[in-house]
């Protein structure tokens, strides 16, 4: 209802002068899934800034990142230590050209899991070097939490919320199985052990769910075999210089807003083993007033899932030169 109010609001303001240029702007930033081997080829062969931040992270990270994004093997850009700072790089590279581009500046900002750490860097709160070899250790910390093939994740399509979670407790047993992305209206991911995510994909079939489909990740993110994870990650984080971010950030675990260092430091620790609320956080966005969302790095899929949240956003990515020019062609036009 509420985005059914919003489109008319607009619709009177059509004639009015609405300009769409005036619009509140927040960039979001992707995790894990939207990695590729190629991804942001097009746009590097136009922009430099592209290669000249992948050479920066390189340097941070010991080995060639950008070869690695290009030439693969997808295995290998699959690890997890790998794509979190793969991903982390190319949302600061596509940002950075942005910037240059004389992009508008964004009243807020949101990252989806991995995607938070971007925002960070982005807003100024953690040094690009720091924040990619923060991201390096991270993800180890979730590949040695639960031993490869223990753990799974699943998206379940066509299900309510507490329905989900209904199904998750009543088959986990001894085991563990939660609903931990909360991604748009009827669509959730559970993750745990494997064992008990099957189950849960059965009871969810069995009771209406349209869909179950498994993710091809071995690391169950966000749920309570992340503990001993968050953790080694809490302590880490302490040896890693925050500032207070000079844009704002909604951060996964409640939706909120955290300035203050140690705030940061506890989010970005409990968001491993508790869900990303990226519905709360995209309505979060709506209430401060947000328009028009961009998503910043490699693909769309966030792109589709705030359209699903609230179809009277205006929502775009950026991820070659056609999509770079149109965005900033809707600020300078």
Not at 184 to 198: C, E, L, R, S
Not at 272 to 298: K, Q, T
Request: charged residues 20%; glycine residues 8%.
């Amino acid at each position: 209802a509420r985005g059914q109010r919003r489109a008319v609001g607009r619709e009177e303001t059509a004639t009015d002068g609405y300009n769409p240029r005036l619009m509140s702007l927040a960039f979001v930033f992707p995790g894990q899934g939207s990695q590729s081997v190629g991804m942001l080829e097009a746009l590097a062969e136009a922009e430099p800034l592209i290669a000249e931040t992948f050479a920066e992270a390189s340097r941070a990270l010991g080995y060639d990142l950008w070869t690695l994004t290009q030439q693969g093997p997808e295995a290998d850009l699959n690890a997890t230590h790998k794509t979190q700072p793969a991903m982390l790089a190319a949302g600061v590279a596509v940002w950075r050209v942005w910037e240059a581009a004389r992009g508008e500046r964004p009243v807020a900002l949101a990252g989806h899991s991995l995607g938070e750490f971007t925002a960070l860097v982005c807003a100024g709160a953690i040094e690009f070097d720091a924040a990619l070899r923060l991201v390096e250790y991270r993800g180890r910390l979730m590949q040695a939490a639960v031993p490869e093939g223990e753990g799974a994740m699943a998206a379940i399509l066509g299900m309510d919320n507490d329905a989900v979670r209904a199904v998750c407790t009543e088959v986990a047993g001894q085991e563990i199985v939660e609903a931990v992305n909360f991604n748009a209206p009827g669509q959730v991911v559970i993750a745990g052990h494997a064992t008990a995510v099957a189950r849960a994909i059965d009871e969810a079939l069995a009771r209406g769910a349209k869909r179950a489909v498994i993710l091809p990740v071995s690391v169950p993110s966000h749920c309570a075999l992340m503990r001993d994870a968050a953790e080694r990650l809490a302590a880490k984080l302490e040896e890693v210089d925050l500032k207070p971010p000079t844009i704002t950030i909604l951060h996964n675990v409640d939706a909120s807003e955290h300035l203050q260092p140690g705030a940061i430091r506890d989010a970005l620790a409990k968001q491993l083993y508790r869900p990303v609320l990226w519905v709360d956080s995209v309505e979060a966005l709506v209430s401060r007033g947000v328009d028009r969302i961009i998503e910043c790095g490699p693909g769309k899929v966030l792109q589709a899932l705030v359209k699903r949240i609230d179809r009277s956003l205006q929502v775009s990515a950026i991820y070659d030169s056609r999509t770079l020019a149109l965005n900033t062609d809707h600020v300078h036009g």
